[in-house]
């Protein structure tokens, strides 16, 4: 049923009212009514009493209220967007106003600063005054100190190239050393190893035990206050300005020295040998027909002594009156006193200077 002519509520409320009275205009000839009379009725009639308008309140749909809630939101992002825009270029700027400052040259001649130009290095800023760094100082290139440098803390370096360091207490964890080095005092605490050849110059003083692993050379005089201990001792020329003590066997090493016949004491067809050195050894005789008493061998030194030495012959299994002849320092001869029988003799030689 279609109730769109169905009067409202509040028309439903308001009373009845009687219909209004016509007023009546005058008109001119062709009908239409004239504004210059004004009616009678008109002055006496009562004013139109005034409507009281009622307000129809409207309800959005949902969607509506969607859409808009949505438009909202949309236009706060858009401006906390460019509001935070706006904010993060203000610190950026302000950041960096903050890490750079610039000071005119009136400025720097105030305080005794001044900027003069050096041939093409550029800008040379020159400070007159003392001047306090209270935090960090970075140089991108080179430094160059005119007086001393005195720091009151640690210095640390990368790489650092001193011609001349004089230093109270350091301490380094590592040293590399590639040119000359001249320490006057040096205590180490813990190792010192040394891949080249070293030179000590002065006098060398070991508190604690000496290992040398491999050879050792001594160019002059070796002074042993104490005990010298070997496994193996070998010397070209050994004195001894006191009592020489050898607990085990002494052995002679060396070349042998050359033999000769002495003459008719070695008999028809008798030879002789030798073997040792100049210090000790054997003479071998064979002796044949006919020998008499006489030098039975000569003994020629392989290396000469400085003066005659002794010697010392012994016959071995024979009874015989042996004795030496002709003892120089180049060699000695061996005799005998009579004739021997044929046969094989031995004579041990002992020789000392």
Do not use: C, W
Request: net charge neutral.
């Amino acid at each position: 049923m279609d109730n769109t002519n169905a009067p409202t509520p509040a028309a439903q409320d308001q009373p009845a009212k009687a219909p209004e009275a016509e007023v009546l205009k005058p008109r001119a000839d062709d009908g239409t009514p004239t504004a210059e009379a004004t009616p009678s009725s008109s002055l006496t009639a009562k004013p139109e009493p005034t409507k009281r308008l009622h307000h129809r309140t409207y309800r959005p749909s949902h969607k509506a209220t969607f859409i808009g809630l949505a438009a909202v939101v949309l236009i706060l992002a858009v401006n906390a967007s460019i509001l935070g825009f706006v904010l993060r270029n203000k610190s950026k700027s302000g950041s960096a106003a903050s890490q750079q400052v610039s000071i005119s040259p009136a400025a720097l001649s105030k305080v005794g600063v001044n900027a003069s130009s050096i041939g093409d290095s550029g800008t040379v800023l020159v400070v007159s005054p003392d001047a306090q760094f209270n935090g960090k100082m970075t140089v991108a290139s080179d430094v160059s100190i005119g007086g001393q440098l005195k720091l009151n803390s640690k210095f640390s370096a990368s790489d650092a190239t001193l011609t001349q360091l004089e230093a109270g207490n350091t301490s380094l964890s590592q040293l590399d050393v590639n040119g000359n080095t001249t320490l006057s005092n040096l205590s180490l605490r813990n190792g010192l190893g040394v891949k080249g050849a070293a030179q000590f110059q002065g006098a060398v003083t070991i508190g604690q035990l000496l290992t040398v692993n491999s050879n050792l050379n001594v160019v002059g005089n070796l002074a042993v206050g104490g005990i010298l201990s070997t496994k193996t001792f070998s010397a070209n020329s050994l004195t001894s300005t006191t009592t020489l003590s050898i607990g085990g066997h002494v052995i002679t090493g060396g070349s042998s020295p050359s033999v000769g016949p002495g003459g008719a004491a070695l008999g028809s067809n008798g030879t002789i040998s030798i073997s040792g050195n100049d210090s000790a050894g054997v003479i071998a005789i064979n002796i044949g027909t006919g020998a008499v008493g006489g030098t039975l061998v000569n003994v020629a030194f392989h290396a000469h002594y400085a003066i005659a030495p002794r010697v010392v012959v012994s016959p071995v299994g024979v009874a015989g009156s042996f004795y030496i002849l002709n003892l120089t320092s180049s060699g000695f001869s061996v005799a005998v006193g009579s004739g021997l029988p044929p046969g094989g003799y031995a004579i041990d030689y002992i020789v000392e200077q």
